[in-house]
């Protein structure tokens, strides 16, 4: 037989097409949202598997965890390490503009439709082409803008797989471009008067009642090279939960609709795929399939996550009305096959897994 440590090593395709199960528990009567604090259960009074939960808080102390989270029908169930630390989100932050976008959109300041052109976009030496700047706002969160020019905030991966300038026109070829989301947070900026950081917190962050966020929890990465900024954030696990219910909730907080439905919809959709992980790519959103699980991640039909180098993950899984936070700390890793094993042993716990489907039992 072999090892976990040797499985998680495995493909994807060594994964089993799993049933899906029913719910632990029956859902409220109606929606639920946190108040000021986070109400909680804990796994067993929740329906849960108390006795699988503990083999999966075993389990994540065994890797890099450093914060997790699972909030079901708008309640924590289970959560352990610092969820009240603020940890860099990397590539996270990606998701957060596209939801400010969507707002934008609704007001009327943001047209998806506008070329770079017209919005006089341009980049340090050598410039954008011109047939560069024919790529629309909608194009860039795709991510299939067709520019590859120089990025900050790029890792060594990314620059090497970057392609060729000009070898694919925009709009035709998907590729994880951090030019694209760079110049997205420019955009925006300009688009609405203020800065991407304090955007955040009046219009998410206040209104869905973060605990922790404060604009200083924001900052610029600037390089020589392009003369768009990354904007890292730092955020606590617990108000991530927070915005990871955001959207289970299709963007609705009580009484309010803090984004718009349909652009929920919209930017968690697969406009493209399959992709590195074997799923698809929305909005700076990586998501689900309809009809299919995401293997590596262990995700349901439908399912959508926020996803950060090295261990930072928002998983929104709207068939088990469940949203899984988890952090790692700079210079520490969770592997996608980690994490995939870690929600597996949740589900299971939840009562929403076939045990029969572990990779484990081939072996």
Excluded at 15 to 24: D, E, G, Q, W
Excluded at 76 to 96: A, H, P
Excluded at 127 to 133: D, H, I, V
Aim: with cysteine; glycine share 8%.
């Amino acid at each position: 037989m072999l090892s976990r440590r040797t499985l998680l090593r495995l493909p994807v395709a060594y994964c089993l097409v799993r049933r899906a199960s029913p719910l632990a528990a029956p859902l409220p009567t109606g929606p639920t949202w946190p108040g000021s604090e986070w109400s909680r259960t804990d796994p067993k009074q929740a329906g849960w598997n108390a006795e699988a939960m503990s083999e999966a808080r075993r389990y994540s102390e065994s890797i890099a965890t450093a914060s997790f989270l699972a909030v079901q029908h708008g309640v924590v169930i289970d959560s352990w390490g610092d969820i009240d630390r603020r940890i860099e989100l990397r590539s996270m932050r990606k998701s957060l503009l596209s939801a400010l976008i969507g707002i934008a959109v609704s007001e009327n300041k943001i047209d998806l439709g506008d070329t770079l052109a017209e919005l006089q976009i341009d980049d340090a030496p050598p410039s954008l082409t011109p047939e560069e700047k024919q790529a629309t706002v909608l194009e860039l969160l795709k991510a299939r803008s067709g520019v590859y020019h120089a990025a900050a905030y790029e890792d060594p991966e990314e620059k090497r797989l970057r392609p060729p300038r000009g070898s694919h026109a925009p709009g035709t070829f998907w590729y994880y471009n951090n030019w694209d989301f760079n110049t997205l947070g420019a955009i925006y900026e300009k688009a609405v008067g203020t800065s991407i950081f304090e955007s955040f917190r009046t219009k998410i962050a206040e209104p869905i009642g973060m605990q922790d966020y404060r604009p200083s929890d924001g900052r610029y990465e600037r390089e020589n090279t392009s003369r768009f900024p990354a904007y890292p954030f730092h955020m606590t696990a617990r108000d991530l939960a927070r915005f990871g219910l955001l959207f289970l909730m299709r963007g609705r907080w009580g009484d309010k609709q803090v984004i718009p439905a349909a652009w929920v919809d919209e930017s968690t959709t697969a406009w493209s795929g399959p992709t590195v992980f074997h799923s698809g790519y929305g909005y700076m959103w990586w998501t689900g399939y309809a009809d299919k699980w995401v293997r590596i991640l262990d995700l349901a039909p439908g399912g959508f996550w926020a996803d950060g180098w090295h261990g930072q993950f928002v998983i929104v899984d709207p068939r088990h009305d469940l949203v899984v936070v988890h952090q790692t700390d700079v210079g520490k890793k969770v592997t996608h096959s980690e994490m995939g094993h870690l929600m597996w042993l949740t589900l299971n716990a939840a009562r929403a897994a076939d045990p029969g489907a572990d990779p484990a039992a081939l072996f």
